[in-house]
């Protein structure tokens, strides 16, 4: 039987604490343990905790002596607890999916090869598993190294944490997640898994991820921007260590950088047409740091013409187009993750 240790941080999420612990004791053809990691957290995780704690023998809980933040407080579980076969990280405020564990062991047992194993995401407001039908088939891949490592560079993350699962020795080998990439320290993490091993994917839905939105700003810029040069950072982690190995990685970082430029200048554009000067110029700054000649690109001169157009432009089209002034988000479930074709 699959064996499992399932580390869950929480930090201001006691009230999605009882649903992600319930999701990994439900699994069906799997012994687990949980640890509740307590980041210092204000609110009542540690009264909900002890109650899961007394209820089931499986989950065990443990407070920081001090706020360790997310990454540090990870590497608490992933590194210093799990000792089973396989180990996920999975926030409080997400959920595993029925089944899920399930179907990633058939893979595991099927290509022994593998080093982490990832599904689909559900992306929703909360980590409720409501509608999330128990798969008993599968449809899986597996992805060589060099593939996975070319989609995480060029495109971007191809698995949200929760639905990942992955080898505790393979672990334990590689390291923790990197505290100097709060943003990206997963994608970075699963690159450094690809890097040494193949990866398999399954198309069904392994976990449920709760999203929280932001709106757009100079504080949106800044925020989605600063991811933006974390992705880079996190490439150049990994490949400062594995260039070697994947020498063609000196053209995916070159394509990532021109990638993430052009999406700047999108952004630049309309912040332009928010009439947000301050949000365009940390966009154009951004874009000079890192692809300057990328000024011949169609995104530069799709900007610029934003920019011409400005908030008054901006405003007429939203008129002409009957565009909300301030369109309410979608609660929509959406499934994230990269399925090759």
Not at 149 to 177: C, F, H, M, W
Not at 190 to 200: D, L, T
Not at 256 to 261: A, M, S, Y
């Amino acid at each position: 039987m699959l064996r499992v240790d399932v580390a869950i941080p929480c930090y201001k999420y006691a009230h999605f604490l009882q649903t992600a612990v319930a999701s990994v004791l439900m699994q069906r053809d799997a012994e687990v343990r949980v640890l509740i990691l307590d980041d210092c957290s204000p609110d009542n995780t540690e009264e909900v905790a002890g109650r899961l704690v007394r209820h089931d023998s499986r989950v065990a809980y443990s407070r920081n002596e001090k706020n360790l933040g997310l990454v540090g407080t990870a590497n608490r579980g992933v590194i210093d607890w799990a000792e089973a076969d396989f180990n996920i990280l999975l926030s409080a405020d997400d959920a595993l999916a029925p089944g899920a564990l399930a179907r990633a062991g058939a893979v595991f047992q099927a290509h022994p090869e593998l080093g982490m194993v990832y599904g689909m995401g559900l992306v929703r407001p909360n980590n409720a598993i409501d509608g999330v039908e128990d798969q008993r088939s599968r449809t899986y891949q597996v992805i060589s190294s060099g593939r996975f490592l070319e989609r995480a560079t060029t495109v971007g993350n191809p698995a949200l944490s929760p639905a990942v699962i992955v080898r505790t020795d393979l672990q334990k080998r590689i390291g923790g997640y990197n505290p100097s990439l709060p943003h990206t320290c997963d994608m970075e993490m699963w690159m450094r898994f690809a890097a040494e091993a193949p990866v398999g994917v399954l198309k069904e839905v392994q976990a449920i991820y709760a999203e929280h939105g932001g709106n757009m700003s100079a504080g949106y810029a800044n925020r989605s921007l600063g991811d933006s040069r974390q992705r880079i950072a996190a490439s150049d982690e990994v490949f400062a260590k594995y260039h070697e190995r994947f020498p063609q990685s000196t053209q995916w970082r070159a394509a990532q950088k021109r990638r993430l430029v052009d999406e700047a200048y999108w952004l630049a554009g309309q912040c332009a047409m928010e009439g947000d000067k301050a949000a365009v110029e940390i966009c154009l700054a951004f874009a000079e740091e890192h692809f300057p000649d990328d000024w011949r690109s169609q995104a530069y001169w799709r900007f610029r013409v934003k920019e011409a157009m400005g908030k008054a432009g901006g405003d007429m089209l939203r008129r002409l187009r009957g565009d909300p002034a301030a369109p309410a988000q979608s609660n929509e479930p959406k499934v994230f993750g990269w399925w090759p074709d």
